[in-house]
């Protein structure tokens, strides 16, 4: 195969670089073009998925948002060669055309979605809870003993997915599989974190929720992932989402100023430099008007902006410096030599007890 695979190394608070439309929104932003679009659609029939499977969350403060689409009549089998080629070389193992899905929607999108043998879920209800002391075996093959601390996704008779970090053997899919229920859904980072160390697991799902994922893709991957394991492993949509809850807001405004970005930097720059390299990353800006007297304090000056869900690092004024930093170029900041100041007088080196002793049992 004639490909060229990049290796990237990321600093860990750069999860939305976790995918391959991450990163396409990143070099969009640092060439100046357009920002890619997200498309996701999919073909559904007439039946209703909400007749299928219910879903409930017990815990919404750990999982906001939980969704869910079921796809009928799918054939499971050796996914095409072009899909496990580009897994192969993404480091991923092909499994069956339908998990593979999951695996490349992952890979593309950025969110981890996991796909359940409808069949094997008990009454077809799925339920997010915190563990109650159950045995959950995973499909890694090891068996975990759930509690309180972990939460988890639950059946009519049980556990059979630890949330966020690994599906359970019960409900997996195999090669007898034709009746699908895919999930998506926004975990708490530390919720995910805790578990998966708690049980010394790591998985491509935990490592992008303990880094934090942006809650508005956990739709679009949904419909995304349901269209293309329609696309490798045939079958159909049921109409409609089955979701519980909703995706956490995202309304953070985060304050810039002009001298202070001067002051850091040690360079001027531009007022509509500022808004132009924050606007390229996906920040809004805000009207100093719109922002409630209680948030703007006294930072007289500053320029107001809304940060995008997907840039959970984005939170304090040095942390847009720093892409204002980052997208002018590291080189383009002038380096001077610090100021020496008033000469001091250098003290007199007193030797300690211990160099003194030291020297005493060193005599011949």
């Known amino acids: 195969l004639n490909d060229t695979v990049f290796e990237l190394d990321l600093t860990p608070n750069r999860a939305d670089l976790l995918s391959h439309f991450g990163l396409a929104r990143e070099l969009a932003a640092v060439f100046e073009v357009a920002p890619p679009r997200l498309s996701a659609s999919v073909k559904e029939i007439k039946a209703p998925a909400s007749k299928s499977v219910q879903v409930r969350v017990l815990d919404k403060v750990r999982c906001p948002l939980y969704a869910a689409r079921v796809i009928r009549g799918v054939k499971v089998g050796p996914s095409p060669q072009w899909v496990q080629q580009r897994l192969l070389a993404l480091g991923q193992r092909p499994v069956s055309n339908v998990v593979d899905a999951t695996n490349l929607a992952l890979l593309e999108l950025g969110h981890p979605l996991h796909a359940f043998d409808l069949d094997k879920v008990t009454e077809a209800k799925i339920e997010v809870r915190v563990g109650r002391g159950e045995s959950l075996r995973l499909i890694d093959g090891s068996s975990k003993k759930v509690t309180e601390d972990d939460l988890v996704i639950a059946d009519g008779s049980g556990p059979i997915a630890l949330a966020g970090v690994m599906g359970g053997t019960e409900s997996e899919v195999g090669d007898d599989t034709t009746d699908i229920l895919l999930e998506s859904a926004f975990f708490d980072a530390v919720s995910v974190r805790r578990t998966s160390r708690a049980h010394g697991i790591h998985s491509e799902a935990s490592h992008r929720f303990e880094r934090g994922v942006d809650p508005e893709m956990v739709l679009p991957a949904l419909d995304h992932c349901a269209g293309l394991i329609v696309e490798l492993a045939g079958g159909v949509v049921e109409r409609g989402r089955v979701t519980a809850g909703k995706a956490p807001s995202s309304d953070l405004l985060v304050p810039i100023r002009p001298a202070r970005t001067e002051m850091v930097m040690g360079r001027p720059v531009e007022r509509s430099a500022v808004r132009?390299?924050?606007?390229?990353?996906?920040?809004?800006?805000?009207?100093?008007?719109?922002?409630?007297?209680?948030?703007?304090?006294?930072?007289?000056?500053?320029l107001w902006f809304k940060v995008p869900s997907w840039r959970v690092d984005l939170t304090l004024e040095v942390d847009l410096i720093e892409e204002i930093a980052r997208i002018v170029g590291y080189d383009a900041i002038p380096q001077h030599l610090p100021d020496g100041g008033r000469a001091v007088k250098t003290a007199v080196h007193r030797p300690r007890l211990a160099d003194a002793v030291r020297r005493a049992c060193s005599r011949p």
Not at 276 to 292: A, E, H, Q, W, Y
């Open 276 to 302: 132009s390299i924050l606007k390229r990353l996906g920040l809004k800006s805000v009207p100093t008007t719109k922002v409630p007297k209680r948030v703007a304090g006294s930072l007289e000056g500053a």
